[in-house]
């Protein structure tokens, strides 16, 4: 890099590390030349250590000690004050009773106890050690001369040639896509607990095969979503053998669809809405999903107001100020609003055509602030999309309930490091959309699996979802 005396116009090569020969020489250029390569040398250094965030940095690409503190509680944690305690119920059967026989002595001072007055009972509950059960079908085979072969009644105990019964691979299932366990715990959980041996090869073999029996459901969680009249979208980054994909979510309160793919753009969304969505779509402010065609969407407040927040920390001008200021209000005044709290039809449509009018005032007025045109430019684009949910009670105006579905899968990825192959993010995909949708809907994992598992092998197909 060279460095230019105003009058001279001489240029002195330097780099890092500098040498003492190129300081003299830069010194010798006088006082300018010596700030201005100061300042350069700052900002590699500043490049080099990460930086000061922007306005637009995701928080996940935030270093840590980039981040503010946070701040303190705002209220003390628990219950209030004067409020009914909450502990244990009793347990609906007692499996066993132990009688404990009376003391001679006192255990503190030794003194010669008497007969006992009374008794105390104290219930203890506890997971029993448990053996794996192991179990030999004899099957019968018979001749067909109709279908001139051997027949042989199915065993609904365990999916065609599989060695592991359905209960072990629902539970170790469970584990790893519903709760996010890792592949080496829930082998070293069953190994010293249920004395299980098993290989992470055979385990993931059983789950490949446990997402090919559920991808009828998959499919039909997928078409419910796309039904449903309120539809949040969110995705994050993922990892497939070493490349980088992106896993969606898009969830309703009652179901919730995982697709893991290439893109990040159109072409993912493309190939989940086949067709036209009827619905409201609630997302960020994320561009990909402007290509989704649906009746109505509604953009996240609250990513709004962060980035307002985060701006607010780096633009100290008075035109960013003020266009903040006026911007939060208005968001805070739509919020209110749509409580509704005793206002008439005619109140209510008068104060929500004043925040159309309020918001073309705000992204129509001339500045020279880059991050207010950055944000005026923003609304033009959202203005459809910011006062839906005042349009339709049922939309929220935030995204939390998909950002939710979506973190289950965010913890997953720190621990398992997503997927290693094309057919395991498959499986991913599958069994976390079916696990996150039977918790949605209340119904045990293990029971209702087995159970699905068990039809399954007796009929050849699964029973519908449960509702």
């Not at 203890?124 to 794996?132: G, L, Y």
């Not at 997928?222 to 070493?242: F, I, P």
């Not at 919020?335 to 039809?345: A, F, I």
Request: glycine content about 6%.
């Amino acid at each position: 890099m060279g460095v230019t005396k105003p009058r001279e116009k001489t240029i002195v090569e330097f780099g890092l590390p500098m040498t003492r020969d190129q300081a003299d020489a830069i010194y010798d250029h006088g006082r300018e030349a010596v700030i201005f390569v100061l300042l350069e040398l700052a900002a590699r250094l500043s490049k080099q250590a990460g930086g000061p965030p922007s306005a637009t940095t995701p928080s996940g690409m935030v270093p840590p000690y980039h981040k503010p503190r946070a701040t303190g509680r705002k209220k003390k944690p628990g219950a209030k004050p004067g409020h009914e305690g909450r502990r244990r119920g009793r347990p609906p059967k007692i499996t066993h009773r132990e009688d404990h026989p009376p003391q001679s002595r006192c255990p503190t001072c030794g003194s010669p106890l008497a007969d006992p007055t009374e008794h105390r009972f104290r219930l203890i509950e506890d997971i029993p050690e448990t053996q794996p059960e192991v179990t030999e079908h004899c099957i019968p085979r018979q001749w067909c001369p109709g279908c001139r072969k051997l027949v042989e009644p199915p065993v609904v105990d365990a999916m065609p040639g599989a060695q592991f019964g359905h209960r072990l691979v629902a539970l170790s299932a469970w584990l790893h896509y519903g709760l996010g366990t890792t592949l080496s715990q829930i082998i070293e959980v069953l190994r010293h607990h249920a004395q299980f041996e098993l290989s992470q090869g055979g385990l993931m073999a059983a789950w490949e095969r446990l997402a090919e029996v559920f991808a009828a459901w998959y499919a039909e969680i997928e078409a419910e979503v796309k039904e449903s009249g309120v539809l949040h979208a969110d995705e994050t980054g993922w990892r497939v053998n070493g490349r980088t994909h992106w896993l969606w979510c898009f969830s309703t309160p009652r179901a919730t669809c995982y697709i893991i793919d290439r893109s990040r753009g159109s072409p993912a969304l493309s190939k989940f809405f086949t067709s036209a969505f009827d619905g409201v779509l609630v997302t960020d402010f994320w561009a990909a999903y402007n290509a989704v065609d649906c009746a109505a969407r509604q953009a996240c407040l609250p990513h709004l107001f962060r980035e307002l927040d985060k701006t607010d920390e780096h633009d100290r001008t008075a035109a960013w100020a003020a266009f903040s200021k006026k911007l939060k209000r208005l968001l805070r005044d739509a919020v209110r609003l749509g409580k509704r709290g005793g206002l008439s039809d005619d109140q209510f449509a008068s104060r929500r055509a004043r925040l159309d009018e309020r918001l073309a005032a705000l992204f129509d007025s001339p500045t020279e602030n880059k991050n207010v045109r950055r944000l005026q430019k923003r609304l033009r684009r959202y203005r459809d999309a910011l006062f839906t949910f005042l349009d339709h009670p049922e939309v929220p105006s935030d995204n939390n309930h998909a950002e939710r579905e979506i973190r289950p899968a965010v913890i997953m990825r720190k621990n398992s490091l997503a997927n290693r192959s094309d057919n395991g993010a498959r499986t991913q995909a599958i069994l976390m959309t079916v696990y996150r949708t039977l918790r949605l809907r209340g119904h045990d994992p293990l029971d209702t699996i087995v159970g699905a598992l068990r039809e399954s092998v007796r009929n050849g197909s699964l029973p519908p979802l449960p509702t």
